[in-house]
């Protein structure tokens, strides 16, 4: 079963979203409408939790975890992620901010209290190390994640473009399962 219940938090998953069946949901997790979770990605909300927006697509192989409370990570840390959002295949977030409207270019990884500002493409491979902020409508790139060059209008466009995208092709996803 991908949507798993952990002790007493069960996921809660929006109207019209798709969670593949070779994808693994766990505990605190909130998913938004019309969002898509795609093979062997894995959405553990065991020690804190997860919250993904509308219109988001978590693709194949990412890995979205979060840090418990301790004397040294006080209160720990939840991951948070926007609407029209598109997650890259094979992308690492943990617990981390991802707000609305970006892009996070795939075998990227972005670590503890992270926060990437809306309408930022993360180019493909990056790190983006823990607690730096991504300025809002720019191009970062590379490891450590550097301000490379203000977004293009085309650029910004395409982003919401992306989330569109991602929306019907899960949609037939959907139809395809009833
Ligand atoms: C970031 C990206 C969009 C940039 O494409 P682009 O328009 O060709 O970029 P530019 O030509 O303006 O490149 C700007 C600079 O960043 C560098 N760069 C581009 N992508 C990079 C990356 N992923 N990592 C490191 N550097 C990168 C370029 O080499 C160039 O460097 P220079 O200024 O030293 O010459 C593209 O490379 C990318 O990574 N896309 C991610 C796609 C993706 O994963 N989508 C997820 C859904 S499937």
Redesign the pocket.
């Known amino acids: 079963m991908s949507v798993r219940r952990f002790l007493q938090a069960t996921p809660q998953i929006g109207a019209n979203t798709y969670v593949d069946d070779m994808a693994v949901v766990i505990g605190n997790v909130t998913i938004g409408d019309d969002s898509s979770v795609w093979p062997f990605a894995s959405i553990r909300g065991d020690i804190h939790h997860i919250t993904i927006g509308e219109r988001t697509?978590i693709?194949d192989g990412c890995v979205l975890h979060v840090t418990h409370d301790s004397e040294y990570h006080p209160g720990g840390q939840p991951l948070i992620i926007g609407n029209d959002v598109?997650?890259?295949?094979k992308?690492t977030l943990h617990a981390c901010t991802i707000s609305s409207l970006c892009?996070?270019?795939?075998?990227?990884i972005v670590l503890d209290k992270a926060v990437i500002e809306s309408e930022v493409?993360?180019?493909?491979?990056?790190l983006v190390p823990p607690g730096k902020t991504l300025e809002s409508r720019y191009?970062w790139?590379?490891?450590p994640a550097v301000k490379?060059?203000p977004l293009t209008e085309k650029?910004l466009a395409f982003i919401r473009y992306?989330a569109t995208s991602y929306v019907k092709l899960k949609n037939n996803y959907l139809s395809q399962s009833k």
């Not at 598109?86 to 295949?89: A, D, P, R, Y």
């Not at 892009?103 to 990227?108: A, E, Q």
């Open positions: 697509s693709q598109t997650v890259g295949h992308v892009i996070i270019g795939m075998g990227s493409i993360l180019g493909a491979g990056s191009l790139v590379g490891a490379k060059r650029e992306s």
